[in-house]
């Protein structure tokens, strides 16, 4: 099982904002407000989609950002809301937030979705904040702003295909000539000390993960030699490539030898479909002993596919009858990861900062409301000064100190300070 990771920025989309309006109709000159809703933006949403099965696209492409809704209109209409960007990601993403390295999700199952950026709602029109004292506000809402997050993808990449066979059959030397893993390759047994990976594109639209699985032995299923601690990883695999050793003195006991093992460690993987091949045909002694062995094959309804992995050949048939047999074999259920708890921050709570001779407030609903807050409208303004008394942010800034005249940052917002 490998892990491939990438770091990704997403933005949602920030709401519309609200609008002020008055009813304008012939002999109604006080038709009162009827400024509209600002519309949603759309949401960041990563999608498990099973036909894909790396996160090389993202490398590309880091920034992710979802469309702003639409403002709000006369005569009550709301804006449109904007779509949400649906980002197609491989079953087994793992995803955390970058800065607090927080689990925030594990997309196993097919369609299975995250949304990792919520869409600001839209701010509210003037026809809300009508009341029997104030009957024809000026006041509305601006859209609530998108979140930025700073996501790191995990892949647990497990294999489609598995390459089996004896030590030195070739696994390494077939995976190495159909992907761009570079495998360590040696002329004796157990070259390979740990499962290698590789992606192979077959066209632009298909692509495999094979798995160069250690060579077994016999008694592997029983921790002999390197083979028990090798054998679980093929045991996602949905497809086996049995690759036989050309120059072996009897490559059909290899055969029975290897499905043994396989057998006695795990029933399940036994019954997976193999396509067995017989490697090293550029070699005069492997292509004279073919034709016999390929008709013992014949004889129980099996074939057996002439390859040289050193050669290149014949390469290319061998994965997409592998392609095929993948299609037909069924995806197994995944468990998710656990995810870990965390103790969630107030969005009530608030700090307050002296920079020089600027007094920095931070806190989740106080930015989020001076971000929404219409600062050329009284009214707006007004229902600001509630929310910092309400939230207790003017009483800890005069506590603090804070004299007339002093400049408060909330935000991306500077505001002068007056008793």
Request: proline fraction near 6%; charge should be negative; hydrophobic fraction near 35%.
């Amino acid at each position: 099982m490998f892990i491939d990771s990438v770091t990704i920025t997403v933005e949602s989309g920030k709401g519309g904002d609200g609008m002020v309006h008055m009813h304008r109709e012939k002999y109604r000159p006080r038709g009162g407000p009827d400024g509209g809703d600002g519309g949603k933006g759309g949401s960041v949403i990563l999608q498990v989609v099973p036909t894909l099965n790396t996160l090389n696209k993202f490398h590309h492409n880091e920034v992710f950002t979802a469309e702003n809704g639409k403002n709000g209109g006369p005569s009550n209409q709301s804006g449109k809301s904007a779509p949400d960007l649906i980002i197609p990601v491989p079953p087994g993403t793992i995803v955390y937030d970058e800065e607090s390295a927080q689990l925030l999700g594990d997309l196993v199952k097919p369609g299975q979705t995250l949304v990792v950026a919520k869409g600001g709602r839209g701010g509210r029109g003037n026809q809300h904040f009508a009341s029997s004292r104030n009957q024809m506000p000026l006041t509305a809402e601006r859209g609530e702003p998108g979140e930025v997050k700073t996501l790191r993808l995990e892949l647990k990449l497990i294999a489609d295909v598995g390459l089996i066979g004896m030590p030195n059959a070739g696994k390494s030397s077939f995976l190495a000539a159909t992907t761009n893993a570079k495998p360590k390759i040696a002329d004796y047994p157990f070259t390979t000390l740990e499962p290698n990976l590789g992606v192979v594109e077959l066209d632009q639209e298909n692509s495999l993960v094979l798995a160069d699985i250690p060579g077994l032995i016999e008694g592997a299923h029983q921790g002999v030699g390197l083979g028990y601690d090798f054998l679980r990883h093929i045991q996602r695999t949905r497809v086996l490539i049995h690759i036989l050793d050309g120059l072996s003195p009897d490559p059909y006991d290899d055969y029975l030898t290897i499905n043994q093992e396989l057998q006695l460690f795990d029933e399940r993987l036994g019954r997976l479909p193999q396509i067995v091949v017989f490697n090293k045909m550029d070699l005069p002694d492997a292509a004279a002993a073919f034709e016999g062995l390929r008709k013992k094959f014949a004889q129980e309804g099996k074939e057996l596919l002439p390859i040289s992995a050193v050669a290149q050949t014949n390469l290319k048939t061998v994965l997409w009858r592998a392609h095929e047999a993948l299609k037909e074999a069924p995806i197994e259920e995944v468990e998710p990861e656990l995810p870990v708890y965390r103790a969630e921050e107030d969005p009530r709570g608030f700090t307050i900062e002296k920079e020089d001779d600027l007094w920095v407030v931070r806190g989740k609903i106080i930015e989020r409301a001076a971000a929404m807050t219409f600062w050329d409208q009284p009214g707006s303004v007004r229902r600001f000064q509630r929310l910092m008394t309400s939230l207790g942010v003017e009483k800890a800034l005069r506590e603090a100190g804070i004299q007339e005249g002093d400049t408060v940052s909330i935000g991306d917002y500077e505001l002068e300070w007056q008793d």
